[in-house]
């Protein structure tokens, strides 16, 4: 949304469908020892939910070579429980903090430089 002429706001709405990934078998070169003898397979089945992600952001125009940018999001864990969570998989509800800036050198060249903190909520479900 062009708010005015030097800012632009963004907002992002997107549902992933993770329950569709209801198992993954991992096959080894090498055989490894397992309960009831060897084997070279692994067999995950994670039980996730599916989920969304909200984002908001904007840009500003600060003069005509420079813009900057920052947004915020919520990203839902598809982990519904702590005894649904894996070792090898492990998740939670993450925030990103994203910032950024654009520079324009001339008509064909253009500096982009962007830094994204995801911050991965305490993962001990109650």
Known sequence: YRATDKTNLFGDVTWTRHSRFNKAE??????KNVVN???NRTVITPNWRNTY??????SYQVTEPLQ???GIAFDKSPVKSAEDRMNSLPDGN???FSVGAKYQLGKNHVID???SHIHINDTVYR
Do not use: M, P, Q
Request: aromatic share 16%.
């Open 113 to 115: 430089a962007a830094y």
């Open 94 to 96: 993450r925030i990103w």
């Open 68 to 70: 900057l940018r920052a």
């Open 53 to 58: 992600k909200v984002a908001f952001g904007g």
């Open 37 to 39: 003898g060897k084997s």
């Open 26 to 31: 991992l096959v080894f070169e090498n055989t």
